[in-house]
């Protein structure tokens, strides 16, 4: 699999990256890929005997399969974790995916974590748009007088954040009483 001849060189590398790995955990929270990216980057710096990257490669998969094993790497966890996060800060349920996809995390893990919230919560969209909406003071939280100029901006705002066209006008269209009581809730 990897072929270093020396096997006391062997296991020293891999003791090498494990110990990389283990620093960056203790600082980050991150998916298998972004640790795999970090461990690439940070050994290909240093000077070492390995001849190709293939070598490389194959001792990073090696150290997160361990760590896979040992449950202290976990793109499940990882994905629950950011989705309920993402959510409390506003983000649309499209938005999460997209995240979620550039960071590495497989379909199956993304969509068991959306399912999950949209199990939980009723209406996810509607509710972390008033997030995004009492955070950027936007919809009903601007002055009466200035809500009809705004509206094709703050439609915008919410298109960008990944809300749908629906949300964003039940969204922007609610009265400022409504509002507030909405945002109560959150």
């Keep these: 699999m990897i072929p270093i001849k020396n096997k006391k060189d062997l296991e020293k590398k891999i003791e090498e990256v494990r110990n990389f790995a283990h620093l960056y955990l203790e600082k980050?929270?991150?998916?298998?890929?972004?640790?795999r990216i970090y461990l690439l980057k940070k050994i290909l710096k240093k000077p070492t005997q390995l001849s190709n990257k293939?070598?490389?490669i194959n001792l990073i998969d090696v150290v997160l399969a361990d760590l896979e094993n040992k449950n202290i790497l976990s793109d499940k966890f990882y994905s629950d974790t950011k989705t309920k996060k993402f959510l409390k800060r506003g983000y649309s349920l499209n938005k999460i995916r997209y995240t979620l996809v550039k960071k590495g995390i497989g379909e199956k893990y993304i969509k068991n974590s959306i399912s999950k919230v949209k199990d939980n919560e009723s209406d996810p969209d509607?509710?972390?748009?008033?997030r995004l909406c009492k955070k950027r003071r936007i919809g009903a939280l601007r002055d009466e007088n200035n809500r009809i100029?705004?509206?094709?901006?703050?439609?915008?705002?919410?298109a960008r954040s990944g809300f749908s066209y629906?949300?964003?006008?039940k969204v922007l269209n609610l009265p400022k009483k409504e509002f507030k009581n909405y945002c109560k809730l959150l």
């Design 166 to 169: 629906e949300t964003s006008k």
């Design 126 to 130: 509607f509710f972390s748009a008033i």
């Design 54 to 56: 293939n070598e490389l």
């Design 149 to 158: 100029l705004f509206y094709k901006k703050d439609m915008g705002v919410l």
């Design 28 to 35: 980050y929270s991150p998916s298998k890929q972004q640790l």
